[in-house]
């Protein structure tokens, strides 16, 4: 059984080598570069665009703007569905009439190099009738604000009210309100995104290498703004230097450079550089909440009141509003708390639109949540841990369904003990191990959170298994690849059940010119699904490789066993055939045994091919995860320093060791990124100001502490056969409420420390004057 | 009903408008090019092989000889079952110790252009040490001549002997014996062949382009000779200039080309020039036959004794001895003869190794038959349409077993009313009208021949359909298309079953990326395999369609149709819903009606698409056909001019008329050019001296006659759902006998016209003495 196995990465080999093939690598004969002009107004009506200059440049092949486009083409939709009719906040790949952020996709320029094009851009006049830009929310919602669509700029107001609220705050022994603030941050990949399209006119075939995802989904979007069938393009995902939820959605660039490589006949090239990165990728998170937490005299949480407002930048973009859809739906966490209103409002403002960042929503009401929860404790004077160990949802009430639903699906979680996993986490970290308050003038401080992550969301997934007439296994899955480990934990789960080893299993994946659907990679998905349907397709060859063995040596199926590759006569020291004996039987036409010549139908003969598509439960699997960490705090610069994290979690059954410790301790440093550092700033006047490496700070080597991990495989979910439950957003996911909760245990505060990143002013802020 | 429709060629609009791709129009990033060095020598044994000062030459990147491939690396296999064993014969990519033919590859160098190549294969230095060279397959076999091989050079010695031939023989009432001689000659594409390999090492995946024919088969040959699996392999057929039986097989150069840009990691490109072409594609024909036939006082044949020598050439290719195997298992034709006899010779030389040429086997055996048959009609004085009426094997006795084998398989004609055609062939023509005999001192001639032709052989192929969310159509086929028009007739098919246009059904072949499984191209398969494969997957969508509307809108399926691309209830003007809708319900995941929710499986929405693997009738489907054609000779200078010609043939039904015309025609071209010009003739040193355009004669524009035709589908044959047959071969495969029996009915000769080509020399000394 090689599920389970602490295997190093499979794709690692090439990586280190030096073999990865990323879409800047790739290049085509005759091939040409793109360039986007985008706005660099934050909100402005466009009067006139005149490109006649820059097409005089000598290697411009091409400028395209809105009017070049097809009149009838929509704006990109929403892959999922939202609360509310988001339709009139969609982004048109090129604009309009009219720009709403500055990055915004006026036009687009094809040259001969990259830099022609840059030369080529400065020389196309646009006519600019400059208009206020809005970046606040709030003012954005004003009565008198510019409206920056004509739908208004409060894009959705929405909510739940579940159990009575009002009664239990009213009622409540102990009520706090805190409002919260998670700053815009979004995936800074090492690699930028990028596109290659070609396309063969003759026989109309477009093949655009770079998507990543959700190359299904996107080929369908595609294939619908081009006029083409889905059959006619081929996207392609090369090695992928993260994607982290951003990359790899349907973006205004992934219509525009096909449209020009379809346009111009010659294959189109369209590499992001780190400056448009910062304004055209989707930001992520800037929600803002207003928590009451409600509890009665036993500490027993009895309600939490919420308001939540989301700064949704000039569109909405593939995701829709499902990053406040998340937070809603999941605020509660893991207790058991039946009274729970919240009202959500999505917000239009010249800002970078907006999308899913690893843990979308969850890191957000995360660290709202446990920092309130925290705040109740004091006040109530109860140690933190008892508090959530009173109100956690115990194991015989699951599954729990909260009342809440996210993306048109209920919000249940669906196994677990969190109680078990809770007390396990805080004997494995040592929570109540006393430790020194104070060292050489900084002040230490212990803090932890306890949340839950969803994942395997999505309909379905497909894969399809082929043994060749070697006994070489190919996995060809619907799923994606963006750094996770797939070609290891898939090849594994293939390995346990056919006993065929990894090395002679290849996984080909992100690519939808091998197999027909897929569902691709998000929400800590693959495993999940993709491990389903592999698991089901692994059993069909099993069976067919049995059934054909008996069929041809007569031997009962029971006594026959597949191992090693090859099928056996249990006792019997010799294999009776091979696998690629077994396929080469199989081979479509092949007259031997099995079927009379004259049944000229041969389903049977179909090769040792399998494929199986299976249907994803529509709430997902949740996991419980406890985070615990140690900082110590200058009191006199706000400097913090992390001295240890932990993360503890229950995920059913861990494929790969090493890939959940990999991905738990990745997800913390991300997480970091989140709590210390990272932000995405705008000037009043709409211009994004940290925009840069140089302003945008990401954590490196040096703020990474120790990280341990305890993983967990008390419950299996029974949601999905081989009782798993995705990881890959458990590291981010609760790292600022543990780093909140545990500066503030050092402070001693009860003020501030509300508002994300932590930076050494706000911790400041929040040192009590007392100890000033 | 789009079957039988006289459609345009729909993949004619890219040739017309020049957006073919062919394989020399692919370039990749990185590219070099690669040569064959080849023997200069028939026959000469390597003594040794320095690339050392090649190596040193600038743009040089490698000089592979076979000490370069892997020691345990075997010869290139026979994919067709042969009679008895020719594994002594086999060729290897490279020639280890000793060379066999003139051109055959020693050494592959690769450098950043041909040129270099060109310049680098100078400085190789091998020192060959000569052999006798044997060019004539009677000296071959000579008890004193020099092997050419260790197993000797008598590589088939085997036959058939039916019924009673020496009684048939001695109670004869008449007997003609003549002997036969069919030269060597061969496919001349338009575009020689060609090949780009790339290889990623990282993910370890090889893509070759200009692979054709059979691509599927000659990825699994080349996996095993590069110990890959199949599915790391992609092999695909770009747009092809003609192939024509000989392009397309596993060459030499198919495992050469991969191999070193798998070695090299870098794309590597090999285009033949046409000079490398005459001495490396397979040759064909090359067959003598001695034929003796018996008849009694009625006219009725009683038996064929026939000896047959074919020189195979200096290697057994991948065809084997399929050329003179078809020859014996079809000698007696359309004849209902029960005693035949033949002993058939396959001799190794020092020339080019031999494979098939459209109608192997059958151009040569109707030639030597139905020249013999006039022979024996002159020698009776009996018209020579009568002689034939009187042996046709009549419709009563169909399917008619004639008692041989070939690859294996049955020589069974299955289904035709040959006299019935035969008759209308005569009337159509106008047989028996009176023509002048002599026109300005040319002779005007009259010849005719009969004869079956298989198609539909192998043994299985493969379709994938799919119809996309909008209704698109795309039909993945295991087949390959070299120009017969595939991308029309198989559109088509599910055209006709689904009622979607034409223009919506897009096909993609010759791809081992898009199907698992498929047979490709040879032996007039297309139609017949491909067909029935395409009806049963149409029909599987239909059903598919009718059952998701009738179970969505609750009606019965009795009540449904399916007509322009969308389901209707019988009697409403609208329709219920269109493909598209059904594709959209399909999609997996797609939780709508069908399956509860709680089923996870969900096999039934696994989308609008059916792939259909069938099985081959094991004889294949035998066309009948009658070749007519009016000739004038000039008795003084030999010269011969095709006035009129005439093909007759039963096909059971045509799939577009259009396109079966232009089957039929361009093969008589070919057929003319085999018959008048085309001839591969070699020094007695063992050198090929028609190896350019200037000695080697292909027919052109001035040589070509009108072509009638007369395509009959009277008869449908059984073993395939459509009840086609294939129409690839019957344009060459009488050419030679018709004309021959017209030249002689011209020349009133009864000696000579027995050797092809009928060059003037040869036409003259047919002349009888009386007439010169």
Redesign the interface.
Known sequence: MTIGARIPRVED???L?G???YVADL???FMVEAYVLRSPYPHAIIRSIDASEALKLEGVEAVFTAADVPADLGPIVCRIPTHGDLSPYLQHPLAQDRVRYVGEPIAVIVAKSRAICEDAAELVEIDFDPLPAITSPYRAIEPNAEPIHEAGNLAGDWGFDLGNVEEALKSAAYTVQESFSVQRHTAMPMETRGLLASY?????LLEVHGATKVVHTNR?ML??MLG?????IRLVEP?VGGSFGARGEFYPEDFLIPFAAKRLCKPVRWIEDRVEHFGAINHSRDSDFVVTVAADENGIITAFDVKLVTDMGGYIRTHGDVVPSHAAACFPGPYKVRNYRINTKTVMTNKTPTGTYRAPGMFEANFARERAIDRLADKMGLERAELRRRNLIPAEMMPWHVGTESVKRPTIFDSGDYPAVFEKALAGYGWDAPFEREENGWLRGRGLCAFVEPSGL?????VRL?V???G???IFSGSSNQGQGHETVLAQIVSSIIDVPVE?I?V?HGDT??I??G?GTYASRTAVLCG?ALY?ASHGIRDKALKTASAKFNIPVEELELREGAVWQAGKNEPLITLGGIARIL?????EFLKP?S?????D???L?V?S??????GGTWAFAVHIADVLVDPRTGETKVEKYFVACDVGRQLNPLIVEGQLIGGVAQGLGGTFLEELTYSEDGQLTTGTFADYMMPNVYNMPPVSTLVLEDVKPEGNVLGVKGVGEIGPSGVAAAIGNAIADALKSNTGLNILPFTPERVLSAVPTVTR
């Open positions: 080999a090439r990586f080598r073999e990865g093939r290049a085509m004969p063969d006119r003759g026989r109309n369908n294939a619908g083409m069938s889905e059959q006619d090695d999505g309909a379905f997934e497909g082929e060749d007439q070697r070489n296994v190919t002679k290849a080909r010119g091998i027909t659907f569902g389903e089901n081979m479509p036409g092949n007259p010549p049944d000229k139908n041969i389903p003969h179909d090769g091919v494929t598509y299976i249907r994803g439960v529509p």
